[in-house]
Nanobody, 115 residues
């Protein structure tokens, strides 16, 4: 059974930091490119960051460059999103996605940035 389980979402003040985790099971994690996406209320889901299957060159949405870092640990079947200097506009449900021959999505974790 394929599973992607996100965790780490929370309520945080502007300027704060959070680390999201996405634990994968049921498929060959190391063969899949991983990405984080987010969806704010009333908006379309958007791509935040990507990392290829073997690690290496990552990419980011312009809105999060320099503040967010995506990483993966293939030994733990987990991808991370380190978020810093958080802003109210980062408030959203954050989803991880696995992409190769198939595409899998997690259920999401809520991040709220508010004072």
């Amino acid at each position: 059974q394929v599973q992607l389980v996100e965790s780490g979402g929370d309520l945080v003040q502007p300027g704060g930091s959070l680390r999201l985790s996405c634990a994968a099971s049921g498929f060959m994690f190391r063969n899949y490119a991983m990405s984080w996406h987010r969806q704010a209320p009333g908006k379309e889901r958007e791509l935040v960051a990507t990392i290829p299957s073997g690690g290496g060159t990552t990419s980011y949405a312009d809105s999060v460059k320099g503040r967010f870092t995506i990483s993966r640990d293939n030994a733990k079947n987990t991808v991370y999103l380190q978020m810093s200097s958080l802003r109210p506009e980062d408030t959203a449900v954050y989803y991880c996605r696995a992409t190769s021959a198939w595409t899998y999505w997690g259920q999401g974790t809520q991040v709220t940035v508010s004072s």
